[in-house]
């Protein structure tokens, strides 16, 4: 059985702004099967949560679901909601099997959640799953010390990612949340 790639995701959070970008391509072997899959999107009735999942798309519309329901239960406090469904993941029969990873995030905090039970704070602000995750990761890594706005570095980490792995392009989806960067002091181009 053939397997399906094409997801790269990547969270930045800089002074006050997460952004998650998220490449468009899906792949089957060595075929581009869809060039502008939409994989980043808001979560929950207020919108105050932004993800981005790599893997199963059923599955990981499944755990965005159930996230949604954690957020409503534990009144929209993100820590808590995703320790919640990360404990249901591993434990519930049905649930162990989904095979995805998602990137989600706040105003205060950006988080990994892994069918492992993992809920991990990334070090540094920067998170990337997926196919081309280590490439977008290592990207935003070194551009992290000279681009202070954090869409831009994840626009052009992405960017770079898209250049080096076969399973991303840049057809990008990007949301963001918390404080802009001119409100946060850094200057506009």
């Not at 492992?116 to 280590?134: C, M, Q, R, T, Y």
């Not at 681009?147 to 626009?155: F, G, I, K, N, T």
Request: proline share 3%; charged share 25%; net charge negative.
């Amino acid at each position: 059985m053939e397997s399906w790639h094409g997801t790269t995701i990547l969270g930045v959070k800089k002074d006050g702004l997460t952004v998650i970008a998220g490449d468009g391509q899906v792949s089957m072997g060595n075929t581009v099967m869809k060039p502008n899959a939409r994989k980043v999107r808001r979560i929950g009735k207020d919108g105050k949560v932004i993800g981005g999942f790599a893997g199963a798309t059923a599955d990981a519309f499944t755990l965005f679901e159930r996230l949604e329901k954690k957020l409503e239960q534990h009144h929209g406090q993100l820590m808590r909601a995703a320790v919640e469904l990360a404990k249901d993941w591993r434990t519930d029969k049905y649930l162990r099997n989904l095979e995805a990873l998602m990137i989600v995030a706040d105003a205060d905090i950006m988080l990994i959640l892994t069918g492992n039970g993992d809920v991990l704070e990334p070090e540094a602000g920067i998170a990337a799953i997926g196919s081309g995750g280590n490439y977008a990761l290592a990207a935003a890594r070194a551009l992290a010390e000279y681009e202070p706005d954090p869409e831009r570095l994840a626009r052009r980490a992405m960017a770079i990612a898209a250049e080096v792995c076969v399973f991303t392009n840049d057809r990008l989806t990007v949301e963001s949340i918390g404080v802009v960067p001119a409100e946060a002091g850094i200057p506009a181009d």
